[in-house]
């Protein structure tokens, strides 16, 4: 499978950004994806993630409310809508797949970087104050 972000933007605090990620190839080989970013200087944290079966959304605690991750089966695409949107949203945004399945699928497993065998390009968001 491979992984196609697209959406970012410069847009202001309070203000709404939607991210796109559209999966090529062996789809069917995908249980699950996952948004990451990172910012200058920082590691790469976990944003959100979605699980096929049994359809389960994951947020941390910093997105929760504000951020929410869906999914389009007939386009094969992962979007990530990001509202009051804040300055510290500001990174580049990576969508990631995990391509093997999972006996017990938990915001944990989920949360790690680690978790996600492919990687789509970035895609910079940058939220003005």
């Known amino acids: 499978v491979q992984l196609q972000a697209s959406g970012g933007g410069l847009a202001q605090a309070g203000g709404s950004l939607s991210l796109s990620c559209a999966a090529s190839?062996?789809?069917?080989?995908?249980?699950?994806m996952g948004w990451f970013r990172q910012a200058p200087g920082k590691e790469r944290e976990f944003v959100a993630a979605?699980?096929?079966?049994?359809?389960?959304?994951y947020y941390s605690d910093s997105v929760k409310g504000r951020f929410t991750i869906s999914r389009d089966n007939t386009k094969n695409t992962v979007y990530l809508q990001m509202n009051n949107l804040k300055p510290e949203d500001t990174a580049v945004y990576y969508c990631?797949?995990?391509?093997?399945?999972?006996?017990?699928?938990?915001?944990?497993?989920?949360?790690?970087?680690?978790?996600?065998?492919?990687w789509g390009q970035g895609t910079q968001v940058t939220v003005s104050s």
């Open positions: 190839g062996r789809t069917s080989s995908s249980y699950g």
């Open positions: 979605i699980w096929w079966s049994p359809y389960i959304t």
């Open positions: 990631a797949s995990v391509t093997r399945p999972v006996y017990s699928v938990n915001h944990a497993y989920m949360s790690r970087t680690t978790s996600y065998d492919v």
